[in-house]
């Protein structure tokens, strides 16, 4: 069973900082591309960051300069620094991996609550 273990969501005044953490675990096989998304209330999920095994990245153009996607293959993780947040970077974040077993496979996390007061 594969399980995505998001952390480091909370509670950040406008300009603030908060650094996000997914722990992949169980029989995934190898991590490919590892990324995160976001949803606010009403609104679709969309891509923030993602970035492949290798360590190539690509960002939304919401967060360039601002957002920084990194990875710990050794320890199957992946972060997400998050500097000078907006009210509007209000979401749930979700982690999401590219798992290559027996064929592909998509995993979720549980996502994890970031709000931003203004």
């Known amino acids: 069973q594969v399980q995505l273990v998001e952390s480091g969501g909370g509670l950040v005044q406008a300009g603030g900082s908060l650094r996000l953490s997914c722990v992949v675990s169980?029989?995934?096989?190898?991590?490919?591309?590892m990324g995160w998304y976001r949803q606010a209330p009403g609104k679709q999920r969309e891509l923030v960051a993602t970035?492949?095994?290798?360590?190539?990245?690509a960002y939304a153009d919401s967060v360039k300069g601002r957002f920084t996607i990194s990875r710990d293959n050794a320890k199957n993780t992946a972060y997400l620094q998050m500097n000078s947040l907006k009210p509007e970077d209000t979401a749930v974040y979700y982690c999401?991996?590219?798992?290559?077993?027996?064929?592909?496979?998509?995993?979720w996390g549980q996502g994890t609550q970031v709000t931003v007061s203004s």
């Open positions: 970035i492949t095994r290798a360590g190539s990245t």
């Open positions: 169980g029989s995934i096989g190898s991590i490919n591309d």
């Open positions: 999401n991996v590219k798992g290559v077993r027996f064929g592909i496979t998509y995993y």
